[in-house]
Structure formats: structure tokens, C-alpha cells
């Protein structure tokens, strides 16, 4: 982790900030919107842009706010033009030479301290804390906020003048509502002192006409006419009046009035008093309605029938928490319904309106479970406090308590605002009382406890969660109920105030300034722009660690649990209050950490289930999702999701999206998820009702875990064997119990799925789906969906049937043989398959549980009994071609990331393993790895080898399958050693015994053949993943134009203006370190990620950096927060070896949404997961063309080809640090070179910075003096070939057939954890050992057989021992240039076309 200096970033939080012009007001405030009525609220939570008719009465003024984004080399006019009738699933040309770029522009101003009043010293919290009081009515803390940007001096003037009027927008809303001479008084005296009295600030027509309107309530004439003239001064005389007419602030008659006052400024002449009336009058009737209240259409009365269902209730799995309940609770809306009745066969108004229920009934759900619970012990008798055996019985409690502390904490958070002198914890209650305030007590503390307590189970009570992820998890959700709350208010404000809603603000949208690139970039700035509206931004970290501590504080000090206990001595009944929750501080990998250990009690009560969360906003639709039209603005109806899933609030790639969207660059990747959204899905009822027969029955069946579990518990070994015995037995005994508690967790969870399915039972649903980085596409319900389990996918079948026909029977019946795991024969084979089982079929379709259980003998159960459904219905026909199918149909590809690489390698063999090329019978990749290991194990076996002796006959297919399967997307050496040696032991428990052989060894020397047979197999595709490797690790260790600038004035003026504000460390002035460090420090500094655009136009943006750190103090201890910034290093190691796979990720994930929108087109239902296409039997021979056609237009392009120039136009003049082999010629000439000049790597880097700048110069003599300069890197290029560059260690893991060394470390350091017993498994050990470096060599057979019978205690001793002997230094094999950035020639292609795949009939089957 990097610490984080005292630097703050200007992010898009702060560009929304000065890009948010001021909001309208109405013409009338309604008392029951106060200062809430103001748009300064309402503008913050449009998410998307509404396209604003022209109104006859105004002048649309030019928007002020742009998004631009800067291309290379040309505009966006030199892309071939787009045909408008071209359909939507062909892929739209873009030229790579033009790549999307965001440049960061913004500026970076130095973090201040909190002030005395309370204020923090951040722009972008300074900004959140505006905002926030502004929306509760805190006026005055606004006017402070507002004052410290005038003391700052950080913003320009134009950006704060928007932000004053804003404020001033709030206060003259206040003082229509509740007319007073000092509150005017406040408004003239704030523009005078804050505006007239500062800066030059711009004054337009906004600020002048919320003035008018402030100084048309003065009672006193000639103070009225006196403001009035003294604000219409300040525009242009001619001009004026029209200028405040155009901002649509002032009524027909306060302007008529403001005429009156001032006869020598004009009225516009484009006002129309009539029409001008009838429309003000037309929103006064609206404001008068919302503030009475009008009665709403409801759906009620469709919701409760008042008769029971028919379907028997899902068996609850014993849980003493209340995540069932809460299940329960919140799909109980669907109890009333009927049985039968589909919400669909509702109009699509009530549709919505259900939905949008659905997506609100989450923290309501949660309060009036605990109540009604409380209620129900009470009127029993029971006292709530008492040891009752729920957990539910007590959350009530907790949250009348924790809301009675919440009150009187926002009355300290009042009163510390007002104290003239605040101490630490006043300034820590100014910063997040105005958040607090943003929601109400009640649902404050029910977000805290359920947010706490599922947070508690997901991460294991028993251990307890660390104040620092905890107090992030109650923040987001904190967070995210309010952004709910201000959407719902919203939203209601919509329904009768639409005109002046839906007016589109041309301020509030975010902006990349443009600027002209740097000085000899030779780049060309690029004109045109885009707008966007900006989403509302995150909490920062400072403020979500403060709201996080406050709620999480005030639970400790409120949550009591009064525990029963019989008195040892006296046989008596003790009851003790102890508190839920307790704060310590434990040791953690040397650190002190503070952690929430739940109480012994609470814990026995939280272990026995999953804790859901929020589970209400993440339910299947029951209307059609909405389209995505924007980054938040699609999909669920009220509830905020963002098209792109982010992790650890990444930035970059949001910039990216966003900007892309705005320019139309994300539409096919939009209408596509539109398309996997709108398909819809119904429960197969058949399926279901023998399910819930097994899960009541608490029988193991299929992949439904049992009720009971029975474990034979191993004899305890008597107290003199040895020890090692006595270890071996409590780990046996772990083991049993971990399995015992990982059964309960999946039954849990099951019970979840089987309440949300019973609940949908007859309801057509939807998924609503949204992509990763990557563009991959998944459905955002995570509990039920058809990328589930085999027993949710048996039990999805879409909402619409369409007649088999003769293609889908044939096709219904190889399904039936693919889902059994009859798949690798040919799809005649497969049809006779499922033609020979008839009888079986039929047994499993009348007694599926007490007949012969065919079904159960299948790869996919469940999946197999739907079809035995689907065929026997069918065949009861006189026609089954006439039998009306709802089943998906699916089609999946083979390996279908070495698809992909067999298409861009070119590889022939490869391509036929993966059946691009057309063949009689399907052909089995991971069978033919296999056949390559075992001729690999017996040529070494004919040479005496003792691994080849040990595993001879012992090579499978199952053996292999999985390392072949995830070698593609990039699974390391050491991963794929780890999965082979589970599938050896699995097979082979006694293999050791036999052998005398640690199998650990021998699945390193069965992952080395693995390797060895892929690289021989994918030649091509082994070449384009080292080439990719070698782009991304340049990439990775290179300056961009950008950087190179500010590191040259960071050198140039280390103390002055000059010096680097990027939030990391000063470049200048560091002590004296060698050279590699030097060159590390600059690196560390300035990285770039790797960023690609996908076939589709959607951009790519690696998210892997170092993020930094800083600490937070909070009312419960100080954090060492992570802190994410664009500015942060990358993780060289994670880039480069998620780049490979990341890249073919993006191409599977360009293929699928290419075919659901040809799907689309052609009428057919689609869903997918992943390289798994589905659709009705009778469509599937349509899909199967779509699917090949799909993929040979996406390879038929130089895929490679256009992701070079793309690379070599997005990082164009840019410098990277290479590695050159010592002891060549060129490394020598160099070493000569520098002991003559000794100018060290700062000082060199500069040097070239200037000869490329003077290379690339308009002016013949300019390069004319570059070329007579030498440097490093001109000698490299007199001198050197690319032979000469050593691959980084880093690349040593990522391509197909490399094997990473360290394998004597790795058995070493597993050896010793095992006689330890214990092997920490933490995710911060994980993560440490991921970012271990390993030895450079290779794990052959000679070092593997020189590990055995190793003492290896001994072997790390002695190695520890010759590191402290030698100094810990290693000699370098190579030294550092920095040269310009270039990229290696793209590998030659084989001869494979992969326009020959469109008769292969096993391509996708």
C-alpha cells in the first residue's frame, strides 16, 4: 500500500461540482417542499439526458458544459461514415487509429485542514457537504461551506458563481415560503459580500433574476425599486430583460412588474403574455395538487384474494436468524395472488407500479417484521429481552433503541454546530451530520442492523469483521437507502410536476475539458464534443469512514443482548445484560486491528444461516426492464444500477463508459442487454413441485444438500500414539465439520432460491442484466436466475411457447443427451440416445422420485428431468411436432476461449480440436491433451524417469480438463499444479503409499506436460499471447506525453510550482538510490493501464492498481483507509497477466451480444450464459447460423491488427523502461556510455525526452540536432535487436505453455505450514502470497527429484543463511533503458480460415 499525501484530486466529483449550473426555481414554492423544493436537489438526480423541446417563450441558450474527449491523429470526421439502415448486429467499422481518450485535465489543489467551523479542507467533500445541506435546509452550513471556497480561492470564478446560485436558489425558495425582511436582507447582504464584494466574478442573468425575485418581496417600494435597479445593472441594458426572461425564473407578472420599476430596459420580444400565462397557470394548478394530494391508482386490491394456495410451503431449513423470514417477509406480496394469475396479463401501468413496490419494500419489510414479532411475544406473555430462541425477537429492540440514540445524536450534531469553540468530536459531527440528516432515525438504524449483521455472516461470526470493512459496509448501504429515499421523493414530485422536472439543465453535465496536447506531442486537439449527464457521485472516503463509525458507534453503545444462565453453585437462574457487540484490538499479521466480535450468543444464532441483505432491490422483474439509456438509467424501475459493474470505486473505466456512451460508442452493447433483459422466464411447475417434495423430504437428491447430515466420525486415537496421528485426527474432524457447516450454508442459501421461486411461481419474470469491464454480460438477481446451479436452471423456462416442429424435436432430444453427458458423440448418436431411453424417460417423468431415478444418473439432474418433461408431453402427442415448447434449448461452445485464439493464431491443428473445422464427430480438446501427456509420460518413462513411473496408466481426461480449461484465461502455474493435484487425489488417494512420491510433486510434473502439450497444440495462439504479454508489460512500464511533462517540472522545480501534484510522493528531491529503484520510483509514480476498445466500440479499462492509503479518525479509533485514485501505479504483475484472457473475455463477450441482437432481429427468444447460448428447440437451427456468422465476422477482421495501431495510437511518443540483457554489445556500449556522462535514470530519462521531442520537430534543424544527440536509447538503436530486451518477470506466468518457476519455494513453504498445522487463508495472505516473487526457474524434473526426501526446515535455513552471507543481493542479469515506446511485430498467422466453421456442425452444439 502507498501512503497518500496531503493532495487532493480534482475528480468528476468536483466537475459536476463547477459544472452544475444554478438551479431554477418555480415561480411559487409550496410549503411542503421548503428548501427541498429547490432543483439544486432535484438536478443532482437526473440519470439521464432529456432532450428539451423549444419552448416559443425562450431563447436556448448555447449549453456552457461539454463533454469532450480528445482523439489522435485525426477527428472524428475521418471515420468511415456510419449507414443508418445498417442492423444493429453488424459490427459498426471504427478506425483504431482514433482511439476514445479521456484526458485528465483536471486540477489538483492542496487538502486543507478542517476549519474551526467545521468545514473540511477536501474540494470534493467540501462540495458533498454543500450539497447535503442544502438539501435538509441547512442554509447556514451551506453559507460557511460556500465561504471557504471563496477563502480557498480553488475554483474559477464562472464555476463559483454556479455553485452560489445554488445557494442562492435555497434561500429565496425559504423566503417565499416564509416571507421575512431579514431573510431578504441575508439575500442582498450574501451577493454583495460573497459576489460584488470578491473576485471578478461573472454575473449572468440566473444570479440577477433569483435577486428580482429575492427584492420583489420587499414591501417598502422605493427599497423594491432600488435592488431592482441595482441588479438590472449589472447586465447589458439592451439585452437584460431578455436575458432574464430566458432563464424561466421570474413570472409574466414579476417581470412586468420589474418593467414597470425600471421603464428604460425593454420587454423581450418574444413573449407571448397569453401563452405565458396559460403555462405559468398550468404549473400553479400543479403545485397546488401536490401540495393537497392526489389520490393514486393502487393495485391492492390485485394483490390479496384472501385465499390460500394450493402449493405447499417451502420446508424451512432450522435457522435461528431471520434471513428466511426476511425472504418471506419480502415476497410476501405475492401470498394474496391467486394461484394462476400472472401479473403480466396486468396493463403495463399496474405492471410498473408492482415493480416498483417490489424495489421499495426493502427496509420496510425489515421494520415491520421486528415489530410484528415484538408484538406477537408480547401478547404471549414472553418478555423480548429474555433468552428467546430468535435473534428476530430482539432486532425490534435494538432498533427503537438505536433509533432513540440516533435522535439525540443529530441533536449534538445541531448543537456542535453551533458551538463557537468545537473540539475534535464537534468537527467530526459537523463533517457527517448533514448525511445523517439526509434520512430519518428509523431507517438509519435499520440499515445499520441489517447491514451489520449480514456483514457478520457473510465473513464468519465466530471471527468477528474489522471496524474498517465494517464501517464500509454500513456506509454504502446507508448510502444507497438514501440515494433511494431522494429517488422516491423524486419521483412522486415527477408524477405531478413533470414540465418543470423534466426541464434539462445544460450546466449539469460533466465535462473532459479539451485542450491542445502537450508541447511536441504532435498531437492535434480534437473539436468535437459530446454532453453527458453525470451521475451522482459516491460518498468519498473520508465521509463514508465517518457515517460508517458514527452508526456503527451508536449500535455498540445501544445493542444489548439479557442472556438466561443457571448458576453453577446455586442452581438459580442469573440474567445478565451484556452488550451484542464488543470492540477490540487483535493481532493480525503483526498489526494491530480493531474488530467487532459479536457476542457468544449472537453468534450461535448467526452461524447457523446466510445473512441476505438488501434483497428486495435484487429480485427478478415483473415487467420488462427498463432500457439502458445512460450509466445508472436503465433496468429496475427506481433502484439506481450501473450498466458497468465497479469494484473499489475504479474510476477510470466509469470515465471511460461514460464518454463513450455519450458519443453512441455503448449502443449495441445497450440494445443488447436490452435484449438478454426483455426475454421472459416463467418456473416450470413440474420441475418444482418434485423439488419441493425432495427439500421437504430433506433427502440428499441431486445437488440438494441433506437435511441431517450423517458423518462417520473417525475413533480417537489413543493418548500414547504418536502425535502426528493425534493431529491427523483433529484435522479429519475439522474437516467433517467444515463440510457438515458448508452443507447448511447451501441448503440456506437453497432455501432462499426455492422461497423467491415459489413466490414466482406462476409470474412471467425478467432478469435485467448489466456487463463487467470486460463486457461480459450477467443478470443482475443474484439469487434466482439461469446462470444458477443445475436446480435453478431445471427450473427456468421462458414465458413464451412456440410448436416444436420436426427440427425442434431432434433438437429437444440431443439436448436431452447433452444435459445427461452424452455430449461428445455426434448428434445422430445423441438423438438415438434420448430414442433408446423413451421408457426411461417416461419412468422419470411419472415417478421421478419412486421409480428407477434414471434422471438422477445424469451430468445435470434437474436440468435432465425438465427435459424428460418436455420430450414425454411432447410424445403423448398424435403430432409432437405440434407440442407447444418452453424450454431453452442450449447451445455451448468448446473451450470457447480457444475459440478464439485458435481463430486469431491461425491454428489449423488447434482449430480442429475445438471443432472450427468441420468433422464427422465432435472433437474433445481435453482428450486430446491427454493423449499428448500420456506420449509425453511414456517417452519418459522409457528413460527411467520415477514421476512417469509413478503416473503411467493414471492419465485421464478428468485429470487434465480443467487446467486445459482455465490455462486460456491466464491460470498460472502454480493453479493449475493445485488443480491437477486435487484431481489426483481425488482419483488416486493412496498414490503417495504406493509410489513414495509426494504428490505434490507429481502434479507438478503432470502440469508441466499439460503446458508443454498446449504450446505444441496452439502454437499460434501461444505466439499471440506472448505478444500480447510483451505490448501490455511496455504498456505497463511506460510515461505517456503527459507524464513526461509533469515529471520534467517536477525535476526542473522541485520546491516551486513545478512540483508534482499528482497525490502520490514528490518526485524531486528523494534520497540517492541506486538506479533500478530510481527507475521503480518514477514508475511507481506514473503508470498506465491497459485500456482497449472491444469489436462492439465499448472501451476497456484494466482496474488492477496500487491503490494508496491515508488515515481517518473517527469517534471509534483512527483507520488506515484504502483510498482509490485514476492517478494511483497499476499492479504491473495483474495487468499483464489479466491482459490475455481479459482481451478474449472481451471478444466472447462482443460474440454473444452480436447474436442476441440477430436473435432479436429475427424474432427468436434468447438468453445466454456466457459461451452457453439458449433458445426454443425450434429456433435452434436459426441461432446456429447466427452463432457462426456471429464469429467469423468478428475474426474475419485483423482482430491482432487493429489492437496494434490501437495501441500504437493511444500511447503514441511515449517512453517506456525496457530491460537489456547483460554481456550483449549493446548493454556494453551503454555501461561505456554512462560512466562517461553519469548522469543517472532521471537525468536520462529527460534526454530523451528532448531528442524524441526534437525527432518529432516541424523544423529541419531542430531534427537534425536530435539525430547528432546520443543517449541510451540511440545507442540501442545503432547496436541492438529486439533479442537483446529480456522478458520481464512479470510475463512469466501469462502465456499457454510457460511455466512459472518457484516450485521448490512453493512445496518449501507448503511443507512447513502443514507441520506448523495451521496455514492462514486469509484474503490478506492470499493476496501476499500472489505478490511474492518467485524464482526464475523452471520446475524440470531434475529439481522436482532433487525435492524429494528433502528437509526442507533445513533447506530455508541454509537458504536464509546464504541471503545474509551475500547481502540479500542478486546479481542483475540486465540493465534499464528507457527507449520509446514501439511495439513487436504482430506474429505471423497460420493458414486456417475460419470462414470453413460455418459448416462445422459441432462449432457451438
Known sequence: MLPRTASATRTSQLNRLVSAGSPRVLPRCPPSLGARGSLALTHRLLSTITTQQPSPLKRQPAPRATVGFERHLATVLDEPAQTATAPLYELRSFSPQNPLTVRDQTRFFPKQR??????????????????????????????????????????????????????????????????????????????????????????????????????????????????????????????????????????????????????????????????????????????????????????????????????????????????????????????????????????????????????????EASLARWREENESLQKMGLNTSLDTPSLNSRLYQWQKDLEARLRTMLEEVEESEKATRKQKEDLDRCIYGPFLRQSNPERLAAVTIIST??????????????????????????????????????????????????????????????????????????SNTVGVVMEEEAWTTLIRTKVGAALLSALLDTAKIQLVREDPSTKTLVTQNQPAFSHVMQLRRGKKVGTIIPNKAVVDLLVREPVPDFLARHLPMVTPPDPWVSFEKGAYLETKTPVLRLKNGEREQKLYAEAAIARGDMDQVFKGLDVLGKTGWKINPLVFKVMLEVWNSGEHVANIPPLNPVFEQPPEPASTEDPTIKRMWLKALKNIENERSGLHSQRCFMNFQLEIARAYRDQTFYFPHNVDFRGRAYPIPPYLNHMGADHLRGLMLFSKGKPLGESGLRWLKVHLANVYGFDKASLQERQDFADENIENIRDSVKNPLNGNRWWLKAEDPWQCLATCF????????????????????????????????????GDTWGAQQVNLVPGDRPADVYSAVAKLVIKGIEDDLAKGNEF???????????????????????????????????????????????????????????????????????????????????????????????????????????????????????????????????????????????????????????????????????????????????????????????????????????????????????????????????????????????????????????????????????????????????????????????????????????????????????????????????????????????????????????????????????????????????????????????????????????????????????????????????????????????????????????DFDVRSLKDSTYFFS
Not at 460 to 466: F, I, L, V, Y
Not at 871 to 897: I, K, R
Request: glycine share 6%.
Open 114 to 363: 478542517v476549519n474551526y467551523h467545521g468545514v473540511p479542507g477536501d474540494v470534493n467533500e467540501m462540495y458533498l457537504v454543500f450539497e447535503a445541506c442544502l438539501q435538509v435546509g441547512r442554509l447556514e452550513r451551506a453559507a460557511q461551506v460556500l465561504k471557504r471556497f471563496a477563502t480557498l480561492d480553488v475554483l474559477p470564478p464562472a464555476d463559483f458563481v454556479d455553485l452560489f446560485n445554488q445557494y442562492l436558489d435555497a434561500k429565496v425558495c425559504q423566503l417565499l415560503e416564509e416571507p421575512a425582511v431579514d431573510k431578504a436582507d441575508d439575500i442582498h447582504k450574501a451577493f454583495e459580500t460573497t459576489i460584488s464584494g470578491g473576485r471578478d466574478f461573472p454575473v449572468g442573468g440566473e444570479t440577477v433574476a433569483l435577486l428580482l425575485k429575492a427584492s420583489l418581496t420587499s414591501s417598502d417600494p422605493a427599497t423594491m425599486q432600488r435592488y431592482v435597479k441595482r441588479y438590472l445593472s449589472l447586465l447589458p441594458k439592451q439585452t437584460a430583460l431578455e436575458t432574464v426572461f430566458n432563464t424561466e425564473i421570474l413570472t409574466y407578472e414579476e417581470l412586468t412588474k420589474v418593467a414597470e420599476l425600471c421603464p428604460k430596459y425593454n420587454m423581450p420580444d418574444n413573449v407571448d403574455p397569453e401563452t405565458f400565462a396559460q403555462q405559468q397557470l398550468q404549473q400553479q394548478q400543479q403545485q397546488e395538487e401536490a401540495a393537497a394530494g392526489q389520490p393514486e391508482v393502487t393495485t391492492e386490491h390485485l394483490l390479496t384474494s384472501g385465499e390460500a394456495s394450493a402449493v405447499p410451503e417451502v420446508l424451512g431449513t432450522p435457522q435461528k436468524g431471520y434471513g428466511l423470514q426476511f425472504v418471506k417477509r419480502t415476497v410476501s406480496m405475492f401470498a394474496g395472488i391467486p394461484d394462476g394469475f400472472d401479473i403480466s396479463t396486468l396493463p403495463i401501468s399496474q405492471q410498473r407500479e408492482i415493480q416498483a413496490k417490489l424495489e421499495r419494500d426493502c427496509v
Open 453 to 526: 449483521l449480514s456483514s457478520l455472516a457473510m465473513g464468519g461470526a465466530h471471527k468477528g469483521a474489522t471496524i474498517s470493512s465494517l464501517i464500509t459496509h454500513i456506509a454504502k448501504f446507508a448510502e444507497e437507502d438514501i440515494k433511494v429515499q431522494k429517488l422516491e421523493a423524486m419521483v412522486s414530485k415527477q408524477k405531478l410536476r413533470k414540465t418543470k422536472s423534466k426541464q434539462h439543465n445544460p450546466r449539469s453535465v460533466l465535462r473532459f475539458t479539451n485542450m491542445t496536447a502537450s508541447a511536441g506531442s504532435g498531437d492535434v486537439a480534437d
Open 870 to 905: 418436455e420430450l414425454a408431453g411432447a410424445l403423448e402427442l398424435e403430432d409432437p411436432t405440434q407440442y407447444v415448447s418452453h424450454l431453452p434449448v442450449h447451445q455451448d461452445g468448446t473451450c470457447n476461449g480457444l475459440q478464439h485464439y485458435a481463430a486469431l493464431g
Open 948 to 1390: 512417469a513411473k509413478a503416473m503411467h496408466g493414471k492419465i485421464t481426461r478428468k485429470v487434465v480438463k480443467q487446467t486445459v480449461m482455465t490455462n486460456v484465461y491466464g491460470v498460472t502455474y502454480v493453479g493449475a499444479k493445485k488443480q491437477v493435484l486435487k484431481q489426483i487425489d481425488a482419483a488416486y488417494p493412496n498414490l503417495m503409499a504406493e509410489t513414495g512420491i509426494e504428490t505434490p510433486l507429481v502434479a507438478a510434473y503432470v502440469t508441466q506436460h499439460i503446458f508443454r502439450a498446449m504450446s505444441t497444440m496452439f502454437k499460434g495462439a501461444h505466439d499471440i499471447q506472448n505478444w500480447l504479454g510483451e505490448i501490455g508489460g511496455r504498456v505497463c512500464r511506460a510515461l505517456t506525453p503527459e507524464q513526461l511533462d509533469e515529471f520534467e517540472r517536477s525535476e526542473r522545480f522541485p520546491q516551486g510550482d513545478g512540483t508534482a501534484t499528482d497525490g502520490n510522493l514528490t518526485l524531486a528531491g528523494t534520497p540517492k538510490k541506486s538506479s533500478s529503484h530510481k527507475n521503480d520510483e518514477i514508475l511507481n509514480n506514473f503508470q498506465s493501464t491497459i485500456i482497449w476498445t472491444t469489436p462492439l466500440r465499448m472501451p476497456v479499462v484494466q482496474p488492477y492498481r496500487r491503490h494508496g492509503t491515508k488515515t481517518v479518525s473517527t469517534c471509534m479509533q483512527d483507520l488506515v483507509m484504502t483510498i482509490p485514485e485514476r492517478s494511483d501505479p497499476v499492479n504491473r504483475r495483474k495487468q499483464l497477466q489479466a491482459f490475455p484472457p481479459n482481451f478474449i473475455h472481451s471478444l466472447d463477450a462482443s460474440h454473444m451480444i452480436l447474436s442476441a441482437l440477430h436473435c432479436d432481429e429475427l424474432g427468436l427468444d434468447f438468453a445466454a450464459v456466457h459461451d452457453s447460448f439458449w433458445t426454443h428447440a425450434s429456433d435452434v437451427d436459426s441461432m446456429s447460423a447466427v452463432i457462426r456468422d456471429a464469429f467469423i465476422r468478428i475474426h474475419s477482421e485483423d482482430v491482432i491488427g487493429r489492437l496494434a495501431s490501437e495501441f500504437q495510437a493511444r500511447y503514441k511518443n511515449s517512453i517506456y523502461l525496457a530491460k537489456i540483457q547483460q554481456g550483449t554489445q549493446v548493454a556494453q556500449e551503454i555501461g561505456r556510455w554512462r560512466q562517461k556522462h553519469k548522469l543517472g535514470p532521471r537525468k536520462e530519462l529527460l534526454l530523451e525526452k528532448e531528442r524524441q521531442e526534437l525527432l518529432r520537430s516541424s523544423n529541419p534543424e531542430d531534427v537534425e540536432r536530435g539525430k547528432k544527440m546520443e543517449s541510451p536509447a540511440s545507442i540501442y538503436e545503432l547496436y541492438s535487436s529486439d533479442q537483446d530486451l529480456t522478458v520481464p518477470e512479470d510475463l512469466k506466468e501469462v502465456t499457454i505453455g510457460n511455466v512459472g518457476g518457484g516450485e521448490e519455494k512453493k512445496v518449501r513453504r507448503q511443507r512447513e505450514m502443514d507441520e506448523e498445522g495451521e496455514v492462514d487463508g486469509s484474503e490478506e495472505a492470499v493476496e501476499h502470497e500472489d505478490d511474492m516473487q518467485e524464482d526464475d526457474g523452471q520446475a524440470d524434473e531434475s529439481s522436482l527429484d532433487a525435492l524429494r526426501n528433502t528437509n526442507h526446515f533445513a533447506l530455508a535455513k541454509k537458504k536464509a543463511n546464504e541471503s545474509i552471507g551475500s547481502g540479500g543481493n542478486r546479481q542483475r542479469s540486465f540493465i534499464d533503458v528507457w527507449l520509446p515506446l514501439t511495439f513487436p511485430p504482430i506474429p505471423e498467422k497460420g
